[in-house]
């Protein structure tokens, strides 16, 4: 196998919404280059990049997988990644190790949710961008009405490179705007292309087409604007030069025509990417210096060693597989480097370049490769290793905070143990689920983005490791709070025979501003409370909001001062006046005007505007605050604020209301007071999980 220099690689993430096409792409592309013997279907579980049963049982891709093929003599790195709001943070890390990327739309659909979401992610890395209309051949698919999706919810500067020929079922081949070449693809799926005349029916719009984009290209670049004006066009030479620079510096944003089921364009694609994305020697890779200020490293193969593990994934068989990136240097087989993250040394062993599940062994990884390695000890996603001589460190990955939690039950028994180190394999991999245990119900919650992120983590807990088990109704994160100040009293007595017990104090407890947590402050004057028994005061009383009072959930958002008490020469001890903290709260309670708080989150939704009318009457009925509502073309974005609570069922209420076109996406955003209707449901059932309750008439 090939070892490849900087000049010659092109590393590219295909990213945009789920269903766009952008996994049948990449098969497409690596078919139609020879990098596959034959054309993976996502429909048939046969693609390179959709391997994992559990991506293949699904038909959507669930973690971003590598492949790579040549073209004109380049090789091209390919991440296939999720469209799949759940599972977005593993496109975003993947945009920071490539140097440009293929956003895929749906011809039918336009610009969806994710789509836009993950291209403000680009924007903000000033990452070049190509955009392929995908799913031409589709009923209702329209090239020009994509084009103006485009334009009106990503950038003025996506322009039309190819103009399609036929639409929808006749969808049979494309116009190079640059070349004025047309080519019609074979309708036997083998991507074989054919030159012919541009036909006289679409030489208009060509034309039309092909002027909007000599001005785009010239509006990107002063000195071809000066020549523009004085010919009155570009050269065909001027016209590609132009184009390259402003995808380079990310001022232009090509667009291709596509299907990637039928095969269509598929080369002109591969072309592209090949021709015109940046290499990594023309885009030196952010970082941070030794002194904390952002700098750039050149993808040097004789520089000191910088290599970045953008991806980690765990395989039942092989363990431990991690993505990289050598960002300066050369990696080599078989070598020790230093994992600079962990101050530990690590043993590299085999590296292999991946074409999917597909491992082929290399000798070395130069400087603006991508591949992989097994079996790294103590190396996680984000890691950086090399050369601590290298002064250069590079912003660690960032993942979401879980918004969703289930508890799970092991379905046999004893086998929590390999829950836990299961578990602990996946969060490798996916570093957005968390895994705790209630500290009161001792129920093991499992938490996620989502419904389908956590019921993907459960199915391959259960086909990787054979671990099953059941989940259990989500669980919200409800707190407690009070709304009243009050003075209060605890004091723990008992001094019957031998050595006794004696501890009390005296508290003012009152409400703090959301997001304040509990402060504890001590404002005891001449040794009412000896200073060595208050840690204790604050410990009881540290643990007594931290059990709740109405439903079990932890207090939030108040003040506790001690303020006075009394002690006893011989019976005091720590034990005491932590029982008297615990007292305090209790009784603080009783007239502090306890409530609960529920979390609220910031939902987004996005689907054709017909279903605008339905879609906002339903948030209503989950008791949503509409906080706004904007127009993208022929989709309606609603913002709104619902409690948590009333989201656990969206997912399927969207699928069916819209007929699966819209989309959503949430996160936490505040706490507030649960109506005091909905209180009695929430106290019974966390009585119902064994939760400590306290009644009114305690
Ligand atoms: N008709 C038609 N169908 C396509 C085309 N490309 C993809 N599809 C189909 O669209 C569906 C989704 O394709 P995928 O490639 O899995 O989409 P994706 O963007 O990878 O989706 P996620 O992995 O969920 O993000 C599959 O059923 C494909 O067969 C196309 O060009 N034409
Ligand atoms: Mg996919």
Redesign the pocket.
Known sequence: MQVFDAADIRNVALV??????????ASALLFDTGATPRLG???EGTTVT?YDEESIAR???LSSSLAWFEYHKHKVNLI?T???GNFLSDARAALRVVEAAVV?VDGVAGVQVATEQIWETAQQLNLPRLVVV?????ERASFARTIESLHTTLSRSAVAVQWPLGSEDDFHGVVDLVTMQAWTFATDGSGTATEIPVPADVAAEVEAARTALIEAVAEADEALMERFFDQGTLTQEELLRGLALGIRNSHLFPVYC?????NIGGTLVAGAIADLVPSPVDRPFPGVGPDGAPITREADLKAPLVVWVFKTIADQFAGRISLFRVISGTLKSDSTVQNLTRQAPERVGHLVVLEGKTQMQVPEVHAGDLAAVAKLKDTHSGDVLGDPKSGFTIQPLSFPEPVLSYAIVPKTRGDEDKISTSIHRLQDEDPSIGYTRDEQTHDLLLSGQGQMHIEVTVAKLRRRFGVEVELKPPHIPYRETIALPTEAHGRHKKQTGGHGQFGDCKVRVEPLPPGSGVVFEDDIFGGSIPRQFVPAVEKGVREACGRGYLAGYPMVDLKVTVFDGSYHDVDSNEMSFKMAGRLAIRDAMTRAKPTLLEPVMTVEVYAPSDFAGDLMGDLNGRRGQIAGMDTRGSNTVIRAHVPMAEMLTYEQTLTATTGGRGGYHMEFHHYAEVPAHLHGKIVAAAQAEGKQVHHEDD
């Open positions: 945009g919404h789920s269903g766009s096409g952008k996994t049948q792409l279907k996502v429909d959709d038909k959507h891709t296939d999720p469209g799949m895929v995908n799913r031409l051949d589709r596509m299907s990637a089921l039928k």
